[in-house]
């Protein structure tokens, strides 16, 4: 009887063991990364300056034979000339070009993407800008540019880039002469991205340039959340001049309605309650909002998808620049490193509640809420590296502007490359099993 | 007696030959003195006997001769002769030779007269030889030799004399024993040889009778009883040139010299090599006998022979001058080459028909019969269906019946579970486990396990068909689980209707479905052969009464279990502690017997590790191959199904569908009989089980963890509750009926009810959803066939694997075709670095994943369909991999750079790929540089140029590099010597055992002589 009872005991013991004890089965592992971000390459005459969160944020330059990372060693690094590669690692960094004297503009590095639609530019005979076209990846890759302009569709143009190279394809060529344009790149094999400077000048005089940043994907609803103001100061016998560029490629044309919302107040302008554009056309509003604000929104919603920016001109130093203003996807927890250019970071929704987190160049940490309704405007700290997002209400968007010496600039408040979470891949010999 | 000899025209001169024969002299002399046909003269001739055999003739008042001890027996003759009268004209003169071990019938010699009487050509006759002891056993009938020296009767072994083999034969020769010669012929060709001092001298004699134009028959009706005293080992040899007084060499060194010095001379090379080649295979067989001393006794017979052919060319030229036919003539009376074998193989397969058919009526006597019953009942055959009403029949024919339906989906070439794809040949499997590099994933050097190698055997008697053998083993295996545990269960009761639906339940049991449904080819072989362990060693704990051949039995038993899996190592070594420990406390003052069991114990636990070696070494160094079972990583079942003795995982039981398995162990613990200790057995495997459920191991080329699966442990379990359940209801039938109702009629029928419920609900599951099982037939593959062609190309192969529910993705290197079955058990660890870049590709993020996969030789990257969409865009726009192909079946890419398996980097940095075959290769460098081979890296890879070893180096990535210092051919190998000797070691380890396993033969003198007649 005392061995049937240890016995039964011994198994009650081992079956509680094991129950407790029990080393599950490694569920499903999951893989977050951020793709590594391009940066534009500094292009000749230009001067360019990175800004990094980190002095430990690895890069590689592109051209370079090896595959080896090295990290930046400091906050805002100049670029000579190549395209680099940056493990940013969650936080986007921003590149901030200018042509002394003349303009400036920032874009986001960002990660390839298969298609990105530059509105902005043009290829009459005052554009000096380009489309730049980065192949990042190690084998060649195949790329179709399709430009639109005022005269509708132009001929596709397909270009071939080697493995780790890049490509200018000068403005004037897209559509020679046509005064707006509307660039889709489509990467169609390869990791891919596209940076365009829209850069003009007549004669030896300069008129401005900008990046145009990309959008992603024609929407049927598209916020602009940051178009700088400058309304007329004493003296002065003009404000800002305003205009929207806008595409449908879709078959058909469309009718959309502009909003404007900014501090004085949101509406619709006159003119812009159902307008009709035609499909495959690039069009051309003016806007001149009576507003005092130095800074508003525009929401652009149409019952077909459109593609559209706001092109605005400024006046710098007593120069003039201009500046593309372009729609942004709504606003997610993300990070952004600003070193060196404490932009103004405008906000549109409803109701805006966003919480940010601002690490200062010596380190430390300060977060902010910024608040309101419509249109919120907060101006980031001179010593502030980088700033997260860390918490957003829903539909709110955002955009950056900069002002420096050399011009005015936007940057589109959006990760330039989004965190990918995949399942991770195991290694098991059962594949090969039918 | 003399008057009837004058009478007589032959006069008979009997001359026997005495040699320490007190034993059967004295029968002897009474056969002779008591002969119908007296006998004219009688001499005896006494080689210095050392018993009272002289002193027995001088008592008979024989004359007798002395001679030397060693004095051949044709010496001795030789000497009688010589001590006789002159030889009359008026008469034939004969002499009759006689043994001390033989007695002839009173009636011999007259009948060996009578033969000869109208037959002047005879110049030898011989009587019919009978057993001493069994005078019904046939010994001889005439004599030959055949072609490889052996003794040729014609008759079979222990023949019955019923006078199948009566009349007069013409045959080549007759034993000495009681053979009447011519006394004229007799000196005329010179004797007996002097050579042959004893064994063949007969043949020897008739032969060259035969060649001299005489005859020689043999008469039946004359009988002489021989005890064979010299052949049989009864007595010393002690005959000159008895090398070793061994008989057996004498023996075959005087057949060999018989052969030799008769026959034609273009003949004799053919001979040399049969006389060889027959003494090699006589040796071995020897030795399986565990007769070493017999073995070396035919191979020093021959050398002897060989090393002195000057002998031979003597005896030739001796023969040559009374030769006056053809040596041919005797053809007619040597036996064809192969009618050796054919008796050989009749008698073998006779015994192995009365083992399985033994004819039971001739174990009845005619005593037994009751010849008053049922006269006036008329004769009737068996009734009808007689068959069908035998439980085990019945058994058997529902088994049957329902695992052809269970089984309707698996009618062909099996895959799925843990069970890979079968290769198409025995041949496959024969080279996958000798070759000393296998080309799966990196490559692997590791030992195949023994289990490919017995497969490969068994595929080999179906023509090599090893898809076929696999089908046959899971469409059988269900009743060859019954039919073993039938085996033991009938040792536990003799009622048949409890040992039957016992052993069908013990084929049904939890883990006998999952086994079979998961395609656990080492769960099913333990299912099989579990229950003859314990048949085969009965006494465990008092193992030290087991003979070392029954533990030698056993130990190749556990070895066939260790060829498939390790864990039944585990399962061995606690047996063996536990048995260990109660020997240490039992035995503790007899120090003798606890060793005997310590020496059996540790033999039955160790030598099975030995003889799987160097697979079972190999997991010292991989642990995890001791839970592990062949073929894929397949995750078992937790712990709340385990307890009821389901393994769990694919293909096993629903978890509601519960065995009474836990109910009869823990009844079976309350038990007084013998159910108790067994069940004590079961529920320490279940134990086991239970604790073993909880880990979880990464093994067989699943860089994940899988579960354990306890299907080996929940055999014993099983095992040990079915045992038990048997016990307890053969004894609980005959309570129950004899006692008033009780609860004990409750809990038997609950367990019945329980029992029963679950053989239905089973058996329903099995043949309905059990049928769709993962184990089907089916020739789908992986691999599209395009990537199989380039046979050297490794290609990075991923795809959604797992159950319907939880599918992941996974890859792994292809080597351009899918997997076989025993590639899974050598399967190596993924490099980190491959795992890396795979991870990136997936994710997105691995720019220089093709760079990765290019620096290991892997050339194209194949996505299975259906796959994640967005996962293949993110590897079309990752960056190195160059879409080549888009199929319904899937997305192959090709990863940028010169990438294969051998590489040759000249020094100027420039990739060139090489010619390269499977494993070894010969091509040519261009110049002085590196060649990167993309295998894993192994001290047996070695390339040579001009006869010259090139340095070897280890790569950055871990691949074996070597440096070309010129230009040429080079030679690249994987150099097996190592794999080699572990195949030799395994050879002779195996053959080891198997001799000691073998019943070991009985010398001759260790014969009763009432068994050797």
Redesign the interface.
């Known amino acids: ?1 005392k ?2 009872l240890t ?2 005991i ?2 009650g013991l ?2 509680f ?3 407790l ?6 569920g ?1 592992g999951y ?6 971000v391009v940066c534009p390459p500094t292009l000749s005459g230009l001067s360019s300056q990175i800004s990094l969160s980190s002095r430990k944020t690895q890069y590689q330059r592109l051209q370079a034979a090896s ?1 080896k990372t090295l990290p930046f060693k400091a906050l805002r690094f100049p670029i000579a000339k190549d395209v680099v ?1 940056v493990s940013a690692t969650g936080v986007t960094p921003v590149a901030w070009q200018s042509r002394a004297g003349s303009w400036a503009g920032g874009t986001l590095c960002s990660g ?1 993407a ?1 298609s990105q639609w530059f509105v902005g530019a043009s290829s009459d005979v005052t554009t000096r800008g380009g489309l730049i076209v980065i ?7 195949t790329v179709d540019v399709q430009t639109y302009s005022e005269n509708g569709k132009q001929p596709q143009i397909s270009i071939n880039l080697k ?1 780790k190279s890049y490509s200018l394809l000068k403005l004037d060529t897209l559509a020679t002469g046509d005064k707006s344009l509307t660039v889709q790149v489509l ?1 169609r ?4 991205n596209a940076f365009m400077i829209d850069e003009r000048g007549a004669g030896l005089r300069s008129l401005g340039g900008d990046f145009v940043n990309p959008i992603t994907t024609a929407s049927t609803t598209l916020v602009i959340p940051a178009i700088p103001n400058q309304p007329a100061q004493k003296g002065q016998k003009t404000q800002s001049s305003h205009t929207l560029r806008i595409l449908t490629p879709s078959e058909a044309g469309s009718n959309f309605t502009l909003e404007i919302i900014s501090s004085d107040g949101s509406f619709v302008p006159l003119g812009f309650g159902s307008r009709n554009i035609s499909a495959g056309i690039v069009s051309e509003f003016s806007i001149s909002p009576k507003i005092s604000s130095k800074s508003f929104a525009v929401r652009i919603q149409s019952d077909e998808p459109i593609v559209a920016a706001v092109t605005s001109t400024v006046s710098v130093n007593k120069r003039k620049d201009f500046v593309w203003s372009t729609p942004t996807p709504p606003l997610v927890p993300m990070a952004m490193a600003i070193t060196g250019l404490a932009p103004v970071i405008v906000f549109t929704s409803d109701s805006i509640a966003v919480k940010v987190e601002m690490t200062f160049l010596n380190g430390k940490r300060v977060t902010t809420t910024i608040k309101g309704s419509d249109i919120a405007t907060w101006r980031v700290p001179d010593a502030v590296r980088s700033f997260e997002i860390l918490k957003t209400s829903a539909n709110t968007f955002a955009g950056a502007l900069v002002a420096s010496e050399n011009g005015y600039g936007y940057l589109p408040i959006t990760p330039g490359s989004l965190l ?15 | 007696m003399a008057a009837q000899a004058g009478l007589d025209r032959h006069r008979v001169s009997a001359i026997i030959v005495t040699h320490d024969g007190q034993v059967w002299l004295p029968k002897t002399v009474a056969a002779l003195t008591s002969q119908t046909r007296a006998i004219d003269h009688l001499v005896a001739v006494d080689t210095d006997s050392h018993d009272t055999s002289r002193q027995l003739l001088k008592s008979a008042r024989i004359p007798t001769i002395s001679a030397a001890r060693d004095c051949g027996f044709g010496q001795a003759i030789s000497i009688g002769v010589a001590s006789l009268s002159k030889p009359r004209t008026e008469v034939i003169e004969w002499i009759w030779l006689i043994h001390d071990d033989c007695a002839p019938a009173p009636t011999a010699l007259e009948f060996l007269l009578q033969a000869i009487d109208d037959r002047p050509q005879v110049a030898m006759v011989g009587p019919k030889l009978l057993g001493w002891h069994d005078q019904t056993h046939l010994l001889e009938v005439g004599i030959s030799i055949a072609g490889n020296g052996a003794r040729w009767t014609g008759l079979e072994t222990l023949e019955y004399d019923q006078g199948q083999r009566d009349g007069v034969h013409d045959v080549l020769s007759v034993s000495t024993a009681g053979a009447l010669i011519r006394r004229d012929i007799f000196e005329e060709i010179g004797g007996f040889d002097k050579n042959l001092s004893l064994f063949r001298d007969d043949v020897d004699f008739g032969w060259r009778a035969r060649v001299a134009g005489h005859t020689v028959i043999a008469a039946t009706s004359a009988v002489v009883y021989h005890a064979q005293a010299a052949a049989t080992e009864r007595r010393s040899i002690d005959v000159d040139g008895a090398f070793l007084h061994r008989p057996l060499l004498l023996d075959r060194r005087n057949a060999a010299y018989v052969l030799l010095a008769n026959s034609s001379w273009w003949v004799i090379p053919w001979l040399c090599i049969q006389l060889l080649g027959s003494a090699m295979a006589r040796s071995i067989g020897y030795l399986l006998a565990k007769l070493p001393g017999y073995a070396g006794d035919e191979l020093l017979a021959v050398t002897t022979l060989f090393i002195k052919p000057g002998v031979i060319i003597k005896a030739r030229k001796d023969r040559k001058a009374n030769r006056y036919v053809s040596s041919r003539v005797v053809a007619a009376y040597i036996p064809p080459r192969w009618s050796q074998f054919r008796l050989f193989s009749a008698g073998f397969f006779e015994s192995i028909r009365l083992r399985l058919f033994s004819d039971s009526s001739s174990q009845s006597s005619v005593l037994e019969s009751v010849e008053d019953d049922d006269l006036l009942v008329p004769a009737t055959g068996p009734p009808r269906f007689f068959m069908l009403r035998k439980p085990e029949v019945i058994g058997f024919l529902l088994l049957a019946v329902l695992t052809l339906i269970a089984s309707r989906n698996r009618l062909g070439s099996l895959i799925g579970g843990a069970l890979p794809a079968s290769p198409s040949g025995a041949r496959d499997l024969w080279r996958s486990y000798f070759e000393s590099w296998h080309q799966v994933g990196m490559g692997s050097s590791s030992a195949s396990p023994l289990w490919i190698a017995l497969l490969a055997i068994l595929a080999s008697l179906l023509f090599g068909k090893v898809p076929l053998l696999l089908t046959l083993i899971f469409l059988t295996a269900p009743l060859a689980m019954m039919w073993s545990a039938l085996t033991l269960l009938r040792k536990l009761t003799r009622n048949a209707w409890i040992s039957v639906p016992a052993s069908f339940i013990y084929a049904i049991s939890p883990v006998a479905i999952a086994a079979v449904n998961s395609g656990r080819l080492a769960t099913v072989i333990t299912l099989i052969l579990a229950p003859l362990i314990p048949i085969l060693i009965n006494n465990w704990r008092r193992i030290h009464l087991h003979s070392w051949r029954q533990i030698f039995t056993g130990v190749l038993l556990v070895a066939l279990l260790y060829s498939f899996t390790l864990v039944a190592f585990l399962i061995c070594l606690g047996l063996v502690a536990f048995a260990l420990v109660g020997d240490y406390q039992e035995l503790s003052s007899d120090r003798p017997v606890f060793l005997d069991r310590l020496y059996k114990r540790l033999v039955l636990l160790v030598a099975p590790f030995i003889l799987t070696a160097p697979y079972s070494f190999e997991a010292l160094l991989i642990p995890s191959r001791f839970l592990s079972e062949p073929g894929l990583s397949i995750p078992g079942g937790v712990a709340h199904v385990v307890l009821f003795g389901n393994p769990g995982g694919e293909g096993s039981l629903p978890w509601w569908l519960i065995s009474p398995l836990l109910i009869i162990l823990v009844l079976a613990l309350f038990s007084t009989s013998k159910a108790k200790e067994i069940a004590l057995y079961g529920t320490g495997f279940l134990s086991v089980a239970l604790l073993l459920s909880a880990l979880s191991i990464a093994t067989h080329g699943d860089a994940g963890r899988a579960r354990v699966w306890t299907g080996t442990f929940l055999v014993g379990a099983t095992l040990a509750a079915i045992s038990a359940g048997v016990v307890i209801l053969d004894r609980l039938r005959a309570v129950l009926v004899s006692s008033n109702f009780h609860y004990r009629h409750i809990l038997a029928a609950l367990l019945l009810f329980i029992t029963a419920l679950y053989s239905i609900l089973c058996l329903g599951w099995s043949v309905t959803a059990g049928a769709t099982s993962p184990v089907q037939s089916s020739r789908s593959t992986v691999m599209p066939a395009f990537l199989s062609i380039e046979r050297d190309t490794k290609t990075l192969v991923l795809r959604n694997v797992g159950s319907r529910s939880a599918k992941s993705i996974q890859y792994y290197i292809s080597r351009g075709q899918d997997i076989s079955l025993g590639e899974p058990d050598v399967a190596p660890r993924q490099t980190k670095e491959i795992v890396l870049a795979a991870q990136a590709l997936i994710d997105g993020s691995g720019i220089s994943s093709s760079k990765t996969f290019a620096d290991y030789g892997i050339k194209y990257v194949f996505v299975k369909l259906p796959f994640d969409r967005n996962i293949i865009r993110t590897i079309d726009g990752l960056g190195g991999f160059t879409r080549v192909s888009a199929t319904s079946t899937g997305v192959v890419w090709r990863v940028a750079g010169v990438t294969g398996r051998l590489i040759f980097v000249s020094n100027d940095g420039v990739r060139e790929l090489l010619d390269s075959g499977e494993v070894g290769a010969r091509t040519t460098v261009t110049g002085p540089g590196k060649v990167l081979l993309t295998e894993s890296f192994d001290r047996s890879w070695q390339i040579f140029a001009d006869g010259y070893r090139l340095d070897r180096e280890k790569s950055e990535q871990g691949l074996p590099l070597f440096i070309a210092t010129q230009s040429g051919e080079i030679s690249l190998i994987h150099d097996g010597t190592i794999r080699r000797a572990w195949l030799s070691f395994e050879i002779i380890t195996w053959t080891l055992v198997l001799v000691l396993t073998a019943p070991a033969g009985r010398r001759k003198r260790e014969i009763s002589e009432k068994e050797l007649a």
């Open positions: 009887m061995r049937a016995a039964i011994a198994l081992c079956f063991l094991a129950t004890l029990t080393v599950t089965t490694k499903l893989s977050e990364s951020y793709p590594a595959t590669v390839p298969s192949n990042s990846g190690l084998s060649e890759a493995a990467a094999s390869g990791r891919v990918t979470r995949v399942e991770v891949p195991r290694a098991n010999i059962r594949v090969l099993n039918p």
